[in-house]
């Protein structure tokens, strides 16, 4: 992984948590690969009636490209309705965070519509890290910093996977429509924790292994 | 330029004259000032070119109108600007100044000619109006490479769109923010539609859009999409 780029990412979690992150966890990196194995190559229909029809159904590369985006939209979907559950939102930022968690609501159903019997299952969450963000929804700073790192992460993903999408115009689309959607979440949440908006001119792509690396600690084994 | 608008429905016109009819609908806007180009033969026009090379045009030329508006932003900054509102305001411009720069350097020989634009429906001593302007290029500029990506082949140039895409995006938000503070706004039901996903423009509507702005005599008659 590109260490400048981790940094931009993971800027506001500790150096502790981003050599954690950045280090070849085996292990936690295989199960993730499990979780998001199964990956059936049955014929699927794109939700939003893609004009482009594969004669042997979506190919794989694509279901997996999708539902490697679905797990982050699932992990994002969690996090944001447990945090507007627990009310660690103040009242002033309900609007904001209310319209990013009903997009990310939005973007795990489209999805889920796109892959059909193919979609994996929600992975089981812990937004604490084992217990490293302990506050994180009765510490609105805490929610903050992993709703950035969640944000930023989700563009960089999409950035990275958008090659293997070429294939077909209209899902590589939908998938650039979410990409710019959580750009605008990140900037937003950015903004309210008084940083820059963006990290330059350019916004750089993380590969799947990398985004991967930096959601499994988030994620129950 | 109304200082409301924030949608683009442009009118049916032919491809062959889409920015060049843009140029004679500025010029009466204008109240009857002749621009430069007008009744310039279609010859001598610059075309944006086809495949790659014809979308990187088009970036290019979207790119620049940008970087020339924000610099007569920070040239001659509204009334009232905050050091915030500075501070935002000249990143942006230096973004895509570097956006405009990147392309130029890729397209090298290739590139298009550096435009001429009309900025006379902005008043650029107006906060509302110079930001209502930047929210429209901002949201312009994310539909355009949102709509544009699926005529690229090279995944380099896919990448590079989507390394420029999403830097709009987050300039919109922040514009969208200084317009509406702590609002939804920043990703309104008004680009973010019914499944979550952003505005989509295809180049034809994009150039339609932006055409106004453009002065140069300019054809779009091999890009895709148009």
Redesign the interface.
């Known amino acids: 992984m590109n260490q400048h780029i981790a940094d931009h990412v993971f800027s506001d979690i500790d150096p502790d948590m981003i050599e954690r992150l950045t280090v070849n966890k085996r292990e936690l990196f295989r199960q993730a690969v499990i979780r998001l194995g199964g990956l059936a190559s049955a014929p699927l229909v794109l939700?939003?009636a893609s004009q482009q029809a594969f004669a042997g159904g979506i190919p794989k590369k694509i279901v997996d490209t999708l539902n490697f985006a679905l797990t982050l939209e699932y992990i994002e979907n969690a996090f944001y309705n447990a945090g507007l559950k627990r009310g660690v939102v103040p009242a002033?930022?309900r609007?904001?965070f209310?319209?990013?968690a009903?997009?990310?609501?939005?973007?795990v159903?489209?999805l889920k519509s796109a892959l059909g019997s193919s979609a994996v299952k929600p992975p089981k969450a812990d937004f604490t890290a084992g217990g490293k963000y302990a506050d994180v929804f009765s510490n609105f700073r805490t929610f903050l910093t992993l709703s950035q790192t969640f944000e930023d992460l989700g563009?960089a993903a999409?950035?990275g996977q958008?090659?293997n999408l070429?294939a077909n115009?209209?899902i590589?689309?939908?998938a650039?429509?979410?990409?710019?959607?959580?750009?605008?979440?990140?900037?937003?949440v950015r903004?309210i924790g008084g940083k820059?908006?963006?990290h330059?001119?350019?916004?750089?792509?993380l590969s799947k292994a990398a985004v991967l690396a930096a959601a499994t600690p988030f994620l129950k084994g | 330029m109304d200082g409301t608008k924030n949608t683009f429905d442009p009118p049916n016109m032919s491809r062959r004259h889409l920015l060049r009819w843009s140029g004679a609908v500025a010029s009466v806007a204008l109240a009857g000032v002749m621009l430069p180009n007008f009744g310039i033969s279609e010859a001598l026009a610059a075309d944006l070119g086809g495949g790659d090379i014809g979308i990187l045009n088009y970036a290019y030329a979207l790119e620049q109108l940008e970087a020339a508006f924000y610099t007569m932003v920070i040239a001659s900054p509204y009334v009232g600007m905050s050091k915030r509102e500075h501070a935002?305001l000249t990143?942006i411009r230096?973004?895509e100044i570097?956006?405009r720069r990147?392309l130029k350097k890729n397209l090298g020989s290739k590139a298009i000619p550096s435009l001429q634009v009309n900025f006379a429906a902005v008043n650029f001593s107006s906060r509302n109006s110079v930001l209502t302007t930047a929210k429209t290029f901002e949201d312009l500029g994310?539909s355009a490479?949102?709509?544009a990506?699926?005529y690229?082949k090279t995944?380099g140039y896919?990448?590079a769109a989507?390394?420029?895409?999403?830097?709009?995006?987050?300039?919109?938000?922040?514009i969208r923010?200084l317009l509406k503070p702590?609002?939804?706004s920043?990703?309104?039901p008004d680009v973010?539609g019914?499944?979550?996903?952003?505005?989509?423009r295809s180049p034809g509507k994009v150039l339609a859009a932006a055409g106004p702005f453009i002065k140069s005599n300019v054809t779009a008659n091999n890009l895709p999409g148009v």
């Open positions: 939700a939003a002033r930022y609007a904001i209310k319209i990013i009903l997009h990310e609501a939005q973007h159903a489209f563009v999409y950035k958008a090659a070429m115009g209209d590589l689309t939908a650039l429509q979410i990409h710019s959607v959580e750009a605008r979440h990140a900037a937003e903004r820059k908006a963006w330059g001119a350019f916004d750089e792509p | 935002i990143d230096d973004h570097a956006h990147f994310v490479y949102n709509g990506a699926r690229i995944p896919l990448l989507g390394k420029i895409v999403s830097v709009e995006a987050r300039h919109a938000a922040v923010d702590n609002s939804n920043f990703a309104g973010v019914a499944h979550g996903l952003d505005v989509v």
